[in-house]
């Protein structure tokens, strides 16, 4: 007999594959849409007046047959692994996104563990304080942290904290000077960390510091509401006060059971956020330089790469469906009712 | 529950402080850790690419001009800012024949490439074959030119018609000369079967000052001295970072130190960086211009040569320069005014704003209505379209012209425009070279024109004075060129705005820096002190 | 439903949000008399700091950011509270129809709105505004393309939990049709929690159609639209006032409107405002 997690397992994964495959057709089909030649995007001036040179280009990138059929050889290649090679950088796709999505895993995970941290203990804070000034305070604080920006955000943030006050150090991942550490993750901090580069580790955190806490500014106010229901919602719960009521002290009943049992929500809607920390991305890497997928992606789509902006998409499809799925697997394992309903 | 709300202002308030002072230690030990990394001085260039490849044979843009500039040698070359006049480099001299057919070099003895074999005849046969066969974007610089090696020092380039423009045209980085071996041994051919672009990409193949450590077409360039240069002043910087980066940002990072040159500054932001920076500042050769198409099938308005006049009066040109800011000048033709033949300041279209009323009177169209199109997301010069555009069309407003704005990513304006369907355009022209013959171009049936929707044979007395001025030689040569802008500024359907200026802001130390037109500045020729 | 009212507007958050978007929404009727300038005319030298005759300074081409901003307050406004009206009615629509029909109905609308959110939200309105060519209309449809789920969602799950029970049942077993009962009885018990994830969603709808703006998808330019305000102020990074008041004035509006919105959900019983909130991330 078949376990019942197994089976909602299996089939979120079948829903997840018709969503990848969703993925890439809907990203063909708006890509396609988009009006514009990319011979014209990516050819010279006086070579685009060539009808020569057009014509080898389009063959070359298979532009020259019909949409169809582009697609469904891009599918063919897309099940050998082999993402095609991307017109503006002229090197292979999947070569361009183990370069790019690193980095922005990098940025947006170092603003999830931004959030989960100011965030978490902002929300408890705020939970125990109820009512209070400080409640008041940090409900405030965190509304407006979804309220600003994050464009107008990161303007400020560079104008002011890296222009004016000189507290961050310059664009990028790392000083140009700085040589990154060997590659094994991708992430400066985490491969500088491993090889022992202490100095690259502090330059690297240093320029990631700047642009995660822009980027955090609005998954932090998400998680301090979200954290101040849950803490609220445990502590008006039977069990919290029974352990109260045989007499645990007060800290000890906190850490284990109302943390506890806020957590897994709380992990499940970082989950969620992490998606939304993808998205600002887009808009903070072109001011802070940030070499990642939103720059990647933004150069890639106004210039009609199809190739690559076939791959980000697949890669943000990706990381989406297996975050959800990670989502529904926690809420089936924790409430075993999600799994006859959904 | 009072006694558990007591309890986590001490449990939790700790770690958030903790987490801060973290942050702030972390945001200063990096902004002090900028100290140079290998031996010998190292360089950071910043500045807002715009690369495709560092292949010379495939390469037609800004950054890659400067980065192959660096990287490989040409037959002739331009001394600093001065392109008037083209000099030896792998070749020692040259002879162009008196019918301007046949152009014959005399190669250096004793130039290497960056491995220590010499650099050869056959080299430059190969290269110079290669970038014409491969059907890349810089391919039209040689369009009918036969590479022939006469014997192991001499070469010579033979054309079809007279073309005195290819002195101007071989310094161009694009017609860098390659080591054949290697290239050959990495899939290198003369032609469109040329496999050797990605083994360019990492790593340089030619006799330049430098060699290439690193590419990257988004992000940045590393290049590093090369330890077996030929040529008698090595560079002085071992290790030159260029750097992606938009221009206000540029301006940011050369005024902290983090970098020392920042290359496409606009005037705005030049202005007051102070601090011990140097700013070079000059007029671009870069031209912006705006179209108005010629096809009545395209527009019925602007087809209309009354119309245009009153466009080409109504625009308020000293306003336009106030915009692109100090070092900007007004385009007086098509050809930049550090070109031969360019037409004197003084006869620049002016702004009349009576007599364009009265030529939009004279055209019959009441209330015109057009659209500008222009690209949203480029800059040159660091400079953006869009606020030119906005400006022209106030200007024209006030002539009674109404302009609806059709701004779009470069990728699609560029589709429309090379369609020639745009109804009005505004865009720019780099020289390929710098001659007068590059501005041929938008005569009729040529490729500007043709964008214009000014075919082959409306304007056919302009078009043969073209056809003569391409093969002239000495003599006569500047004013056929004058003639052929003033007769294009009276009913051309192009009207040239402005060259904007270029601003390039470089740390107190170093020296030696030119504007040069065709690849903005030679890195290798530049100092410290 | 809504329960605790009158107290919840004795709260600062509402009354100040309730002030703010008052004030915002005289700007919206009143911009052409509060402005001093036209907000289009570039008569000015460029790049003033705010001073005496212009109290936001001047632009790169010499307009006023002042009249600017109050006159970008008339477009982004109306427009957000249009969108958010489209979304809660597409959304509403077929989210009930989900939650009513249920079956392949509901398998159909739930998996597109699967899709929708398989992709971050500014990257697909971003992909739909660029497909469709920049302009305010097709930015409007973007956003909506990416903001109707959420409704659909919360309608869905909500006309779920309504349709078992008995006053539903009943109404379904003495013979009423579906719509009447669609009408009379789901429809008003669905209402109060859309409208408040509605008030909610009018500041979120606001940024994304700004940062469509600023990505230079939206508004066309002369238009004063404050997204693309601060576009226009990171080509002249050091004048700050170019950028800082029309993102001001986005961070004011969007937050007046959660001020308002977060009351509001506190006033709901709070099952029914955990829903919401689970829903609408």
Same mark, same amino acid.
């Given at each position: 007999?078949?376990?019942?997690?197994?089976?909602?397992?299996?089939?979120?994964?079948?829903?997840?594959?018709?969503?990848?495959?969703?993925?890439?057709?809907?990203?063909?089909?708006?890509?396609?849409?988009?009006?514009?030649?990319?011979?014209?995007?990516?050819?010279?001036?006086?070579?685009?007046?060539?009808?020569?040179?057009?014509?080898?280009?389009?063959?070359?990138?298979?532009?020259?047959?019909?949409?169809?059929?582009?697609?469904?050889?891009?599918?063919?290649?897309?099940?050998?692994?082999?993402?095609?090679?991307?017109?503006?950088?002229?090197?292979?796709?999947?070569?361009?996104? #183990?370069?790019?999505?690193? #980095?922005?895993?990098?940025?947006?995970?170092?603003?999830?563990? /931004?959030?989960?941290?100011?965030?978490?203990?902002?929300?408890?804070?705020?939970?125990?304080?109820?009512?209070?000034?400080?409640?008041?305070? /940090?409900?405030?604080?965190?509304?407006?942290?979804?309220?600003?920006?994050?464009?107008?955000?990161?303007?400020? #943030?560079?104008?002011?904290?890296?222009?004016?006050?000189?507290?961050?150090?310059?664009?990028?991942?790392?000083?140009?000077?700085?040589?990154?550490?060997?590659?094994?993750?991708?992430?400066?901090?985490?491969?500088?960390?491993? #090889?022992?580069?202490?100095?690259?580790?502090?330059?690297?955190?240093?320029?990631?510091?700047?642009?995660?806490?822009?980027?955090?500014?609005?998954?932090?106010?998400?998680?301090?509401?979200?954290?101040?229901?849950?803490?609220?919602?445990?502590?008006?719960?039977?069990?919290?006060?029974?352990?109260?009521?045989?007499?645990?002290?007060?800290?000890?009943?906190?850490?284990?059971?109302?943390?506890?049992?806020?957590?897994?929500?709380?992990?499940?809607?970082?989950?969620?956020?992490?998606?939304?920390?993808?998205?600002?991305?887009?808009?903070?890497?072109?001011?802070?330089?940030?070499?990642?997928?939103?720059?990647?992606?933004?150069?890639?789509?106004?210039?009609?790469?199809?190739?690559?902006?076939?791959? $980000?998409?697949?890669?943000?499809?990706?990381?989406?469906?297996?975050?959800?799925?990670? $989502?529904?697997?926690?809420?089936?394992?924790?409430?075993?009712?999600?799994?006859?309903?959904? | 529950?009072?006694?558990?709300?007591?309890?986590?202002?001490?449990?939790?308030?700790?770690?958030?402080?903790?987490?801060?002072?973290?942050?702030?230690?972390?945001?200063?030990?990096?902004?002090?850790?900028?100290?140079?990394?290998?031996?010998?001085?190292?360089?950071?260039?910043?500045?807002?690419?715009?690369?495709?490849?560092?292949?010379?044979?495939?390469?037609?843009?800004?950054?890659?001009?400067?980065?192959?500039?660096?990287?490989?040698?040409?037959?002739?070359?331009?001394?600093?800012?001065?392109?008037?006049?083209?000099?030896?480099?792998?070749?020692?001299?040259?002879?162009?024949?008196?019918?301007?057919?046949?152009? !014959?070099?005399?190669?250096?003895?004793?130039? &290497?490439?960056?491995?220590?074999?010499?650099?050869?005849?056959?080299?430059?046969?190969?290269?110079?074959?290669?970038?014409?066969?491969?059907?890349?974007?810089?391919?039209?610089?040689?369009?009918?030119?036969?590479?022939?090696?006469?014997?192991?020092?001499?070469?010579?380039?033979?054309?079809?018609?007279?073309?005195?423009?290819?002195?101007?045209?071989?310094?161009?980085?694009?017609?860098? =000369?390659?080591?054949?071996?290697?290239?050959?041994?990495?899939?290198? +051919?003369?032609?469109?079967?040329?496999?050797?672009?990605?083994?360019?990409?990492?790593?340089?193949?030619?006799?330049?000052?430098?060699?290439?450590?690193?590419?990257?077409?988004?992000?940045?360039?590393?290049?590093?001295?090369?330890?077996?240069?030929?040529?008698?002043?090595?560079?002085?910087?071992?290790?030159?970072?260029?750097?992606?980066?938009?221009?206000?940002?540029?301006?940011?990072?050369?005024?902290?130190?983090?970098?020392?040159?920042?290359?496409?500054?606009?005037?705005?932001?030049?202005?007051?960086?102070?601090?011990?920076?140097?700013?070079?500042?000059?007029?671009?050769?870069?031209?912006?211009?705006?179209?108005?198409?010629?096809?009545?099938?395209?527009?019925?308005?602007?087809?209309?040569?009354?119309?245009?006049?009153?466009?080409?009066?109504?625009?308020? @040109?000293?306003?336009?320069?106030?915009?692109?800011?100090?070092?900007?000048?007004?385009?007086?033709? =098509?050809?930049?005014?550090?070109?031969?033949?360019?037409?004197?300041?003084?006869?620049?279209?002016?702004?009349?704003?009576?007599?364009?009323?009265?030529?939009?009177?004279?055209?019959? =169209?009441?209330?015109?209505?057009?659209?500008?199109?222009?690209?949203?997301?480029? &800059?040159?010069?660091?400079?953006?379209?869009?606020?030119?555009?906005?400006?022209?069309?106030?200007?024209?407003?006030?002539?009674?012209? +109404?302009?609806?704005?059709?701004?779009?990513?470069?990728? &699609?304006?560029?589709?429309?425009?090379?369609?020639?369907?745009?109804?009005?355009?505004?865009?720019?022209?780099?020289?390929?070279?710098?001659?007068?013959?590059?501005?041929?171009?938008?005569?009729?049936?040529?490729?500007?024109?043709?964008?214009?929707?000014?075919?082959?044979?409306?304007?056919?007395?302009?078009?043969?004075?073209?056809?003569?001025?391409?093969?002239?030689?000495?003599?006569?040569? !500047?004013?056929? @060129?004058?003639? =052929?802008? +003033?007769?294009?500024?009276?009913?051309?359907?192009?009207?040239?705005?402005?060259?904007?200026?270029?601003?390039?802001?470089?740390?107190?130390?170093?020296?030696?820096?030119?504007?040069?037109?065709?690849?903005?500045?030679?890195?290798?020729?530049?100092?410290?002190? | 439903?809504?329960?605790?009212?009158?107290?919840?507007?004795?709260?600062?958050?509402?009354?100040?949000?309730?002030?703010?978007?008052?004030?915002?929404?005289?700007?919206?009727?009143?911009?052409?008399?509060?402005?001093?300038?036209?907000?289009?005319?570039?008569?000015?030298?460029?790049?003033?700091?705010?001073?005496?005759?212009?109290?936001?300074?001047?632009?790169?081409?010499?307009?006023?950011?002042?009249?600017?901003?109050?006159?970008?307050?008339?477009?982004?406004?109306?427009?957000?509270?249009?969108?958010?009206?489209?979304?809660?009615?597409?959304?509403?629509?077929?989210?009930?129809?989900?939650?009513?029909?249920?079956?392949?109905?509901?398998?159909?609308?739930?998996?597109?709105?699967?899709?929708?959110?398989?992709?971050?939200?500014?990257?697909?309105?971003?992909?739909?505004?660029?497909?469709?060519?920049?302009?305010?209309?097709?930015?409007?449809?973007?956003?909506?393309?990416?903001?109707?789920?959420?409704?659909?969602?919360?309608?869905?799950?909500? *006309?779920?939990?309504?349709?078992?029970?008995?006053?539903?049942?009943?109404?379904?077993?003495?013979?009423?049709? *579906?719509?009447?009962?669609?009408?009379?009885?789901? *429809?008003?018990?669905?209402?109060?929690?859309?409208?408040?994830?509605?008030?909610?969603?009018?500041?979120?709808?606001?940024?994304?159609?700004?940062?469509?703006?600023?990505?230079?998808?939206?508004?066309?330019?002369?238009?004063?639209?404050?997204?693309?305000?601060?576009?226009?102020?990171?080509?002249?990074?050091?004048?700050?006032?170019?950028?800082?008041?029309?993102?001001?004035?986005?961070?004011?509006?969007?937050?007046?409107?959660?001020?308002?919105?977060?009351?509001?959900?506190?006033?709901?019983?709070?099952?029914?405002?955990?829903?919401?909130?689970?829903?609408?991330?």
């Amino acid at each position: 007999m078949k376990h019942p997690l197994f089976r909602f397992l299996a089939r979120r994964l079948a829903v997840s594959v018709l969503l990848a495959v969703g993925v890439t057709l809907i990203t063909f089909t708006l890509t396609n849409l988009v009006p514009g030649d990319p011979a014209a995007a990516n050819l010279g001036q006086q070579a685009l007046g060539n009808p020569a040179i057009v014509k080898q280009f389009r063959e070359q990138n298979g532009l020259d047959k019909p949409l169809p059929v582009q697609y469904v050889t891009y599918l063919g290649h897309l099940v050998q692994g082999d993402l095609g090679e991307s017109q503006q950088s002229h090197r292979p796709v999947d070569a361009d996104l #183990a370069e790019f999505v690193p #980095a922005t895993f990098e940025l947006a995970g170092a603003a999830l563990v /931004l959030s989960l941290v100011v965030g978490v203990a902002f929300g408890v804070i705020a939970a125990l304080r109820r009512d209070r000034l400080v409640d008041q305070f /940090l409900r405030v604080t965190s509304l407006a942290g979804v309220s600003v920006p994050t464009f107008w955000l990161a303007l400020l #943030a560079f104008y002011f904290v890296f222009y004016r006050l000189r507290l961050a150090p310059g664009s990028g991942r790392l000083a140009p000077t700085m040589t990154p550490p060997p590659h094994v993750t991708g992430l400066y901090t985490v491969d500088a960390a491993m #090889a022992g580069q202490w100095d690259v580790f502090a330059g690297a955190v240093g320029h990631l510091a700047l642009p995660a806490l822009v980027l955090a500014a609005y998954t932090i106010g998400l998680l301090t509401r979200f954290t101040r229901s849950a803490v609220l919602e445990v502590l008006g719960q039977d069990y919290v006060r029974a352990a109260r009521a045989k007499g645990l002290p007060g800290r000890v009943v906190l850490l284990q059971y109302v943390l506890r049992a806020a957590l897994v929500p709380i992990i499940t809607v970082a989950g969620l956020a992490f998606g939304s920390l993808l998205s600002g991305t887009v808009l903070v890497e072109s001011i802070f330089a940030w070499p990642g997928i939103g720059q990647y992606a933004y150069k890639s789509a106004t210039n009609l790469d199809l190739p690559a902006v076939m791959g $980000v998409g697949l890669v943000v499809g990706a990381i989406y469906v297996v975050v959800n799925l990670i $989502v529904d697997v926690l809420y089936g394992v924790i409430d075993p009712r999600v799994r006859s309903t959904t | 529950m009072p006694s558990l709300r007591s309890v986590p202002r001490r449990a939790i308030l700790p770690v958030l402080v903790a987490s801060a002072i973290s942050l702030t230690a972390c945001s200063g030990s990096g902004s002090s850790s900028s100290s140079s990394a290998s031996g010998g001085k190292s360089l950071v260039i910043d500045t807002s690419f715009n690369l495709k490849t560092a292949d010379p044979g495939r390469m037609y843009e800004q950054t890659g001009l400067l980065v192959d500039r660096a990287l490989y040698d040409t037959l002739l070359t331009f001394a600093g800012s001065d392109v008037g006049k083209p000099v030896p480099a792998l070749a020692e001299s040259y002879e162009l024949s008196k019918d301007g057919k046949t152009m !014959t070099l005399k190669l250096r003895k004793g130039a &290497t490439f960056s491995d220590g074999s010499p650099v050869t005849a056959d080299d430059v046969v190969f290269s110079l074959n290669r970038v014409r066969d491969l059907k890349g974007n810089p391919s039209f610089l040689l369009d009918g030119v036969t590479v022939k090696k006469v014997d192991d020092t001499t070469i010579e380039l033979v054309s079809p018609k007279p073309n005195p423009a290819l002195p101007f045209i071989l310094p161009n980085p694009a017609l860098g =000369i390659v080591n054949s071996k290697v290239l050959q041994a990495h899939g290198g +051919t003369q032609g469109a079967d040329d496999k050797a672009e990605s083994f360019l990409n990492g790593q340089s193949a030619g006799s330049g000052p430098y060699v290439l450590e690193s590419f990257n077409a988004s992000t940045q360039v590393v290049l590093k001295a090369n330890d077996k240069y030929w040529g008698q002043t090595k560079p002085t910087y071992g290790r030159v970072v260029i750097r992606n980066v938009q221009a206000p940002t540029q301006k940011l990072n050369v005024q902290r130190g983090d970098s020392q040159i920042a290359l496409d500054l606009s005037a705005d932001q030049a202005q007051g960086v102070g601090g011990g920076l140097q700013v070079a500042k000059g007029a671009s050769a870069n031209v912006f211009f705006l179209l108005a198409n010629h096809s009545a099938a395209v527009s019925k308005t602007t087809s209309n040569p009354k119309f245009v006049e009153a466009v080409r009066k109504g625009i308020d @040109y000293p306003g336009l320069l106030q915009l692109a800011g100090e070092g900007s000048v007004q385009a007086a033709g =098509i050809v930049p005014s550090m070109i031969n033949g360019a037409l004197p300041a003084d006869q620049a279209p002016k702004r009349d704003v009576a007599g364009a009323k009265a030529a939009l009177a004279a055209s019959g =169209i009441p209330n015109p209505k057009v659209k500008l199109e222009f690209p949203s997301d480029y &800059t040159l010069n660091g400079l953006s379209f869009q606020p030119l555009a906005e400006r022209v069309q106030a200007n024209l407003k006030e002539v009674g012209i +109404t302009v609806d704005l059709a701004p779009a990513p470069i990728a &699609t304006a560029l589709q429309n425009y090379r369609d020639g369907k745009e109804e009005m355009g505004l865009w720019w022209w780099s020289p390929d070279y710098p001659d007068a013959s590059d501005y041929l171009a938008f005569l009729p049936g040529k490729l500007i024109g043709l964008r214009a929707g000014w075919k082959k044979g409306d304007a056919a007395a302009l078009e043969s004075a073209g056809d003569k001025a391409a093969q002239t030689i000495g003599d006569g040569r !500047t004013q056929q @060129y004058q003639q =052929i802008q +003033t007769q294009l500024n009276a009913a051309g359907p192009i009207t040239p705005l402005l060259q904007p200026s270029q601003h390039v802001v470089t740390a107190g130390t170093v020296t030696g820096l030119a504007l040069n037109p065709v690849w903005t500045i030679d890195i290798a020729a530049l100092g410290s002190k | 439903m809504i329960r605790r009212l009158p107290e919840a507007w004795r709260r600062p958050l509402a009354v100040t949000g309730l002030v703010v978007t008052a004030a915002w929404l005289i700007v919206v009727v009143a911009a052409p008399l509060l402005a001093p300038y036209d907000p289009l005319a570039q008569k000015f030298p460029r790049l003033r700091p705010p001073g005496g005759e212009h109290w936001f300074g001047t632009d790169d081409l010499g307009r006023d950011v002042l009249s600017r901003v109050l006159y970008g307050a008339r477009l982004s406004i109306p427009l957000t509270l249009l969108l958010v009206a489209l979304s809660v009615v597409i959304g509403g629509l077929l989210g009930a129809c989900a939650g009513y029909f249920g079956r392949w109905v509901d398998e159909t609308i739930m998996r597109v709105a699967d899709l929708v959110f398989a992709f971050p939200t500014v990257i697909l309105a971003m992909a739909v505004a660029a497909s469709l060519g920049a302009s305010l209309r097709n930015a409007v449809l973007a956003v909506l393309v990416v903001s109707w789920p959420a409704y659909a969602r919360v309608t869905r799950g909500l *006309v779920l939990g309504l349709r078992t029970r008995e006053f539903v049942l009943s109404g379904r077993l003495l013979g009423f049709s *579906v719509w009447r009962s669609l009408r009379t009885d789901v *429809v008003p018990n669905v209402a109060g929690p859309v409208l408040v994830l509605a008030t909610l969603d009018i500041g979120t709808q606001l940024l994304l159609l700004s940062g469509l703006s600023f990505l230079g998808l939206g508004a066309k330019p002369p238009t004063a639209e404050w997204g693309a305000m601060v576009a226009s102020a990171t080509q002249v990074f050091d004048k700050w006032w170019v950028g800082v008041f029309p993102g001001l004035a986005i961070l004011t509006v969007v937050l007046a409107f959660n001020f308002l919105g977060d009351t509001l959900r506190d006033a709901l019983d709070p099952r029914t405002a955990r829903a919401i909130k689970e829903r609408a991330l």
